[in-house]
């Protein structure tokens, strides 16, 4: 099945979003097992991606094939775990840790490639930094030895008005094409789930995270 589903999005997956971009199809393997992610690479999955540090950690190992990014919340405490095995970060939500990620990194003699979340929606539920603050995050975590900036990632609320989802990806796309004028490492707009990555791709995310699309609803019985 987890073969049938990569197959048949990828065959989705337009070569390219409105602006000329490839898109990068990330797999959200959260509470997966190796097999069922070496599975989904077999059938073409090139980028996965892990909310968990714990699972990180316990998969590395297993899984081979593909570049690993991270996701999810991270806390501070937990970065050294990821450091050096992680293609990118897309959750960098705070200067704290941004500033932790940079200091482990120069400690290992790495640069961090990350993307800065943006809180499009202006939820309290969700991290990141509000859209009008993003300009000066960018200046300051672009200067900051360590990090390289990639790039944008947002979540998008839910809600059924298409048009304000519509106008929130414009907006993200807006700042997105702001910065990269300015940095040639900006490369990345990551927007768009399972439930809304045709209408994020369309208004130009290059970069999806998709997982119950690939390996269908989730088993929660087994986890914590």
Known sequence: MI????????????????????????AATKTRTADEINEAI???????????????????????GANRHFIGHLQTNKVKYLIGKTYLYHSVDRDELAQEIAVRSCRAGIVSDILIQVNIGCEES???????????????????QGLRVRGLMA???????????????????????A???????????SMGMSGDWELCVNHGANMIRLGTAIFGQRDYSHHN
């Not at 077999?42 to 081979?64: M, S």
């Not at 979540?155 to 094409?177: K, Q």
């Not at 910065?179 to 707009?189: A, P, T, V, Y």
């Open 42 to 64: 077999g059938a073409g999955i090139t980028d996965i991606g892990e909310n968990k540090v714990q699972e990180f950690r316990d998969k590395y190992d297993l899984v081979h």
């Open 155 to 177: 979540m998008l609320p839910l809600s059924d008005d298409t048009a304000l989802l519509s106008r929130l990806c414009d907006e993200m796309r807006a700042l997105y094409d």
């Open 179 to 189: 910065l990269r004028e300015r940095d040639g490492n900006i490369s990345f707009l």
């Open 3 to 26: 073969s049938d589903n990569v197959r048949a999005l990828l065959s989705r997956l337009p070569e390219t979003n409105p602006f000329g971009e490839k898109i990068t199809l990330v």
């Open 126 to 144: 969700k991290g990141g930094y509000a859209l009008a603050e993003t300009p000066a995050a960018y200046e300051t975590l672009s200067r900051t």
